[in-house]
């Protein structure tokens, strides 16, 4: 499976729409700015330890703070902004981004840091290394990407590389984030990041101890398929941060074809059973198509009104997996699609 078609499938796991859900990167708009690369956090004077990083092509070694961050991939542009540096170059979203190729978050968090617009690298299924490359970065962050051992040969060229732990686009969100505080010689300010990412999720479930034992599946319906996220999906284990439980008939039905979700047929659709149902989905035209199909109208929850539906390619991206920047810019639409589904589950 090639990189560019997995990435999609990160996205929203839907195999016929990749096109619509390729993670970022595309044409360089958004030239470079002077302030890219600059480091807005604490630390920056102190001492540098140097850092090794084992990842799934052996080893890399930085030996001196970076101060130019090239990234590829999803979710490290997102942790080095929010950590204070701003990259020299980063990928250009399409699906769910502004015209001028940033995620919602993205914009806001540059805006807020006074910097402008990276270079915005181009939209292909290969590291562009030219481009990469005229952006003379120190180093270069592609902890969640598809990179393959051929393409990190060529990127040790230009700059250290810190390529994924395993296998390619499966990094946990919070290691991506980790990770960048390590090579950024800020692994204190991205601790006290997720502890933060983490009180605002705690504080949403608190405020909504309706959700607390609520059984949950999460779904993604494509014209063509049905597609059922599993547990270890991090999509999921947003879900249960706020107090949701999986519903116990995804693992029974669970047939194992991919890390993070699996494919159920029509026929079978009735068998997902769960108090709630939440279905990400692109478009309200796409969600009206879901809500007319009769191939839905055996499930419960649609009889019932426990569809919680969220609409937007950016809300969908927000969680798909969840970013430094991501998981709270999205938390609020998520809280308000849940919540008149928990109710009508809780009212029968």
Not at 86 to 96: E, F, L
Not at 115 to 130: D, F, M, R
Request: net charge negative.
């Amino acid at each position: 499976m090639s990189s560019l078609r997995t990435r999609g499938l990160r996205r929203l796991a839907l195999p016929t729409a990749v096109a619509l859900l390729a993670l970022p990167l595309a044409a360089c708009g958004g030239g470079s700015s002077s302030d890219a690369g600059a480091d807005s956090g604490s630390g920056t004077d102190e001492a540098y330890e140097p850092v090794t990083v084992e990842h799934a092509f052996g080893t890399t070694e930085i030996t001196e703070r970076p101060e130019r961050v090239a990234v590829w991939g999803w979710g490290s542009a997102d942790a080095a902004i929010a950590l204070g540096t701003i990259p020299v170059a980063m990928p250009r979203n399409s699906y769910g981004a502004t015209e001028e190729g940033l995620m919602p978050w993205q914009e806001e968090a540059l805006a807020e840091a006074g910097a402008e617009t990276p270079t915005l690298l181009s939209e292909t299924p290969e590291a562009p290394l030219e481009e990469i490359a005229a952006a003379a970065p120190d180093v270069i962050l592609a902890h969640y990407s598809g990179i393959t051992e051929a393409e990190y040969d060529k990127l040790s060229q230009i700059a250290p590389v810190v390529a994924y732990p395993d296998e390619a686009w499966s990094t946990p969100w919070r290691e991506v984030v980790t990770t960048t505080g390590e090579v950024l010689g800020k692994s204190e300010e991205a601790e006290a990041l997720l502890a933060d990412i983490d009180e605002e999720v705690a504080a949403a479930a608190e405020a909504h101890p309706e959700f607390e034992g609520t059984s949950i599946a999460a779904v993604a319906i494509d014209p063509s398929a049905f597609y059922v996220y599993r547990g270890a999906d991090p999509r999921v284990e947003f879900l249960t941060d706020l107090g949701f439980e999986l519903a116990p008939s995804v693992d029974e039905l669970d047939t194992a074809e991919s890390t993070f979700f699996y494919t159920l047929s029509t026929e079978r659709v009735d068998e997902l059973t769960s108090d709630v149902l939440l279905s990400y989905v692109p478009s309200e035209e796409r969600a009206e198509e879901i809500e007319a199909d009769p191939a839905y109208d055996a499930m419960a929850q649609f009889q019932e009104d426990r569809v919680a539906t969220v609409v937007g390619e950016a809300t969908v991206s927000s969680v798909s997996p969840p970013t430094a920047l991501s998981l709270t810019w999205g938390l609020d639409a998520f809280v308000d699609a849940l919540v008149p589904a928990v109710e009508a589950a809780q009212a029968r």
